[in-house]
């Protein structure tokens, strides 16, 4: 949500931006020129869409599989997959925040002040959407608040070398897992229900009572914010063997997390470490796709780069694109009445009662939700023309 020029090493939701192509002055009054990187404001940007269409869509019963969440134990569904992109977008902006940083002059505990300044901004931020959303206040964990604690850790982390950085995201997903197999349930260790699981007992007996709910996610999600470093780190360095150590990357993460799953299932709500692995080998391949379309040179670069350009509007503005639609639609949506076929009803019935009345359940659930996302893609669109961003 960031805006295009985050500051050095900016834990920004859902995956912070990477530095505007424009001129930077340092504190030292010197200009640093910084690119974009096209794939991954795509990539970001399409995140960013998949999201407002599972989080609004308006199909009641016919609501496609792919648009909910998997039951636990069913594998995965499209659904499922936006969350970790988002925290593997956060991590692959870390390379080029972090060196943007380190050109102006920022090193050290300095950027570790300048890491937990942000992060703590961006846990408020998320305090405001989640106590919005409940009508209540809260200072518990949700999205951005896990998305800030995991950017601040991996950012921290991502100050090491590559495969330092492999190496704790190994160590951390290595040692989730056996927590989540040794770990005592009603004592009988590798207890795993949905009633009855090692993240459960944590959150209830230990985390929960101190309003810290959901703080082991922090672990894996971790692990996942330095695979998108680690991927990231060849396209900042314009390694010529970048394309195929992508192509490496996403196609043996893809197929561990595929046979890690044989092990212990894939599972959101506890994020484990296949899932955690699978999610980022897609959105390896799936940026590389995007790169190759928009970054990688050639002939087509141009023509890539318009294809891309429509997902890097909400791409290159995600805070804004996260947050915005969620208080409109808390705020205004839902708790703004007007009167229609004689009854009162939140302006969000009223819309989508007006659509179903004309296209009928599904046709109308459709327009709705489709209708929502483009009018928040056409304010990102208006705002992008005036560069308006907003960052933290």
Request: one cysteine or more; aromatic letters at 10%.
């Amino acid at each position: 949500m960031p805006s295009p020029a985050p500051s050095p090493g900016s834990p920004v939701p859902p995956g912070a931006a990477t530095p505007d192509p424009a001129l930077t002055v340092t504190p030292q009054g010197t200009a640093v020129r910084v690119a974009r990187l096209s794939a991954l404001d795509a990539w970001r940007g399409l995140t960013i869409l998949l999201m407002l269409l599972v989080n609004n869509v308006a199909l009641d019963t016919l609501t496609p599989r792919q648009l909910q969440h998997a039951p636990w134990g069913a594998g995965l569904t499209l659904t499922d997959l936006v969350f970790p992109w988002f925290l593997f977008c956060a991590g692959a902006a870390l390379p080029f925040s972090l060196a943007a940083a380190q050109r102006s002059g920022l090193s050290g505990a300095r950027l570790v002040r300048k890491l937990a300044g942000r992060t703590v901004l961006l846990y408020l931020v998320g305090c405001v959407v989640t106590s919005a959303a409940e009508h209540t206040f809260t200072l518990g964990l949700g999205v951005l608040q896990l998305i800030a604690l995991a950017s601040f850790t991996g950012g921290v982390i991502s100050l090491l070398g590559v495969w330092w950085r492999v190496a704790v995201a190994a160590a951390l997903l290595v040692g989730y897992d056996v927590f989540l197999n040794v770990f005592p349930v009603g004592g009988q260790a590798g207890v795993f229900t949905p009633d009855a699981n090692p993240v459960k007992v944590l959150n209830d007996v230990l985390l929960g009572p101190w309003g810290l709910r959901g703080l082991i996610s922090v672990v894996p999600t971790t692990a996942l914010v330095l695979l998108g470093s680690v991927v990231a780190q060849p396209l900042r360095d314009r390694s010529r063997a970048a394309p195929l150590l992508l192509l490496t990357a996403g196609s043996v993460m893809t197929a561990c997390g595929w046979l890690w799953a044989q092990h212990l299932e894939f599972n959101k709500a506890v994020w484990t470490p296949s899932y955690v692995v699978y999610t980022a080998g897609l959105a390896t391949l799936g940026m590389l796709a995007f790169w190759l379309l928009a970054d990688g040179g050639g002939r087509w670069a141009g023509v890539g780069t318009r294809l891309l350009s429509p997902l890097t509007v909400p791409g290159r503005n995600s805070l804004f694109a996260y947050v915005a639609p969620i208080l409109f639609k808390v705020w205004v949506l839902m708790d703004w009445n007007v009167t229609w076929a004689g009854k009162a009803m939140p302006i969000r019935d009223a819309l989508l009662s007006l659509a179903r009345s004309h296209f009928g359940v599904w046709g109308g659930g459709w327009l709705y939700t489709l209708g929502y996302i483009a009018a928040v893609w056409v304010v990102l669109w208006a705002l992008a023309r005036r560069g308006w961003t907003w960052k933290l």
